[in-house]
């Protein structure tokens, strides 16, 4: 019969919305702003750079090593290596970024400067309501910008950040038993003969 | 047959009156330029129609309107570094084309994948595909002046599997999930079951898409017998994909190279008869509904263990000098990427076989001595993504 198939489609299109006044999964939309879904834990917007103690400047976990500043590829971060170095959070001398800039008007949000970034120092954000009137200097972050606390890594990634936490646990405990070790071996080196200057601890 | 004989067989089929063309005749053409920003375009590209009358003469497809340099950047940057911009190649799918180049990479250096990689990749490749088709589809339909409904249905379920993917890798379309040698991050039980979960849900929901079109009095008037695609033109034009399945030619690269582990899967190939426009939707019904039992199998049989190979690097990546070419039955077609190293970081050359742009190559032979309003389906029907057909 002719019109059959179109008669079977508006049965379909029948059923569906029929069906939205008493199923709750065939309403699919959420009215945002008013209502928001919870953030997904992986969800990533753009990057921000860990700090672990009060004081955000002294405790910023990168050390200028600009290996992302290299990987990055739409090339939107910018640093500039300090000359002098200083303590970082366990104490160990290091350099630091003297300027830390992400261009995020440039970021593709890729993820890859926190894959290649050995420190553990930048991770994905996921605030993504960053509209502003400024589109030059508005859009460009700066370390302080940039600078969140490891309380508030946990809180938007809490299973990612334990796993980081336990990592670098691990790491420092293997650190401070070779430097140690390599007080030891100075102590017992320095017993036959005299020192040579700082040998062990970087 | 020669190209202007098999225009002028074109013009004269189903012409009811002598061709108004005269030797000099260019004058009572009308020429129209469809696009850049006409809403059936699904982008930015234009038309250069002549028509006589209702009837197309000429068509002249015009596009890089889109063009960012994609392949010239990626041999100025790392080999990870060119593993977002393939995210942004065809949009809609973006895990295959992580695929298609983490495998060109991988045959480079030589890289195996671990078995849990391999299914992770199997799964969320179908998933793309079903996503793909359900949306390229709904498109299809809408361009025929069905506004709406069947394309909210078809969103309705991508959303369902966007949400995994969201899940999974982080975003929902610019997923950047494949590496060298394995997956970014694993999948955990509850992905797996959510996963499965939807699964279940899709034959529903290709049924209920089935219902709504596939008998539809006014789809099949007006997609039967148009656009139609010659085997052999198909396949001396390079067509790959549903494109080519739906002339009947029986090629997928799944089956032809066992790429990943799509040996161990049970499936079919559909392939269509007449090479119209409603071949072409069906294969894509079809194909969607092999791509579920693919989705069944994989999620059944997901082994344990790692997803990266250990000898993989991350950073530091200089293959030995080299050349590779990586091809994958993507949702559009044959997607291959070409690399050569020349042992530095960087690939030496790095070029796209995009589905999409050459499978717009005969648009203008399907077209020919049908309506203008035909041209949209026709050229809805190719299924491009102007992200891939520039690059």
């Known amino acids: ?202 | 047959m020669t190209d202007t004989a098999f225009r002028r067989e074109k013009m004269e089929e189903g012409w009811n009156r002598p061709p108004l063309i005269e030797e000099d005749g260019e004058a009572e053409l009308l020429e129209v330029a469809m696009g850049p920003h006409h809403p059936s375009t699904h982008g930015v590209f234009r038309m250069d129609l002549a028509l006589d009358g209702e009837r197309v003469v000429r068509l002249k497809p015009v596009f890089g309107y889109l063009h960012r340099n994609h392949e010239k950047i990626a041999e100025g940057i790392s080999y990870l570094a060119s593993m977002p911009y393939t995210d942004r190649l065809d949009y809609i799918c973006s895990l295959t084309n992580n695929w298609a180049y983490a495998l060109a990479v991988e045959k480079l250096v030589g890289q195996q994948v671990p078995e849990r990689a391999e299914y992770i990749r199997v799964i969320l490749a179908e998933f793309t595909r079903i996503q793909n088709h359900a949306s390229s589809i709904g498109f299809l339909i809408q361009e025929m002046g069905a506004s709406g409904t069947p394309l909210m249905y078809a969103f309705r379920e991508r959303e369902k599997i966007l949400d995994l993917f969201e899940e999974l890798t982080g975003s929902r379309m610019m997923c950047n999930y494949m590496r060298f040698g394995g997956c970014r991050v694993d999948t955990s039980a509850a992905w797996l079951d959510a996963a499965r979960k939807v699964v279940d849900g899709l034959p529903g929901f290709v049924d209920e898409f089935e219902n709504l079109l596939s008998t539809n009095e006014i789809l099949m008037a007006r997609c039967q017998r148009v656009g139609i695609l010659r085997p052999e033109l198909a396949v001396n034009a390079g067509i790959t994909g549903p494109m080519l399945r739906a002339s009947g030619v029986n090629y997928d690269i799944r089956k032809v190279d066992h790429y990943g582990i799509y040996d161990r899967f049970k499936f079919r190939v559909p392939l269509g008869d007449h090479g119209d426009i409603y071949d072409r939707y069906m294969v894509r019904i079809l194909e969607m509904r092999e791509s579920i039992t693919i989705l069944n199998q994989a999620l059944r049989d997901i082994p344990g263990g790692p997803i990266m190979d250990a000898k993989a690097k991350i950073r530091g990546f200089r293959p030995k000098p080299g050349e590779a070419y990586g091809r994958i039955e993507a949702p559009k077609g044959e997607l291959g990427f070409y690399l050569i190293s020349d042992g530095g970081p960087n690939p030496y050359r790095y070029r796209v076989r995009p589905p999409s742009l050459i499978n717009l190559t005969v648009l203008e032979d399907m077209c020919l001595g049908s309506n203008v309003a035909d041209v949209v389906l026709i050229f809805g029907s190719v299924d491009i993504v102007l992200g891939e057909v520039d690059r």
Request: charged share 30%; aromatic share 8%.
């Open chain 1, 1 to 202: 019969m002719l019109g059959e198939g179109i008669l079977k489609g508006m049965a379909e299109t029948a059923r569906n919305f029929v069906g939205s006044y008493f199923s709750a999964e065939r309403m699919t939309t959420v009215e945002y702003p008013e209502e928001r879904i919870a953030p997904i834990e992986a969800a990533r917007v753009f990057p921000f750079l860990v700090y672990d103690t009060e004081n955000w400047e002294a405790g910023l976990r990168c050390v200028a090593c600009q290996i992302c500043e290299k990987e990055c590829p739409p090339k939107c971060i910018f640093i500039e290596k300090s000359k002098d170095k200083k303590p970082d959070a366990i104490g160990k001398p290091q350099f630091y970024p003297t300027r830390f800039d992400i261009d995020i008007s440039v970021c593709m949000s890729c993820q890859i400067c926190v894959e290649v970034c050995p420190f553990e120092a930048i991770k994905m954000d996921n605030v993504f309501e960053l509209a502003t009137d400024d589109r030059f200097g508005g859009l460009l972050l700066d370390r302080k910008e940039l600078a969140k606390s490891n309380e508030y890594y946990h809180g938007i990634h809490p299973t990612e950040a334990a796993r980081v936490d336990a990592r670098l646990a691990a790491e420092k405990v293997k650190a401070d038993a070779k430097s140690t070790a390599a007080v030891v071996a100075s102590a017992v080196k320095g017993a036959e003969r005299p020192a040579p200057p700082a040998a062990g601890g970087v």
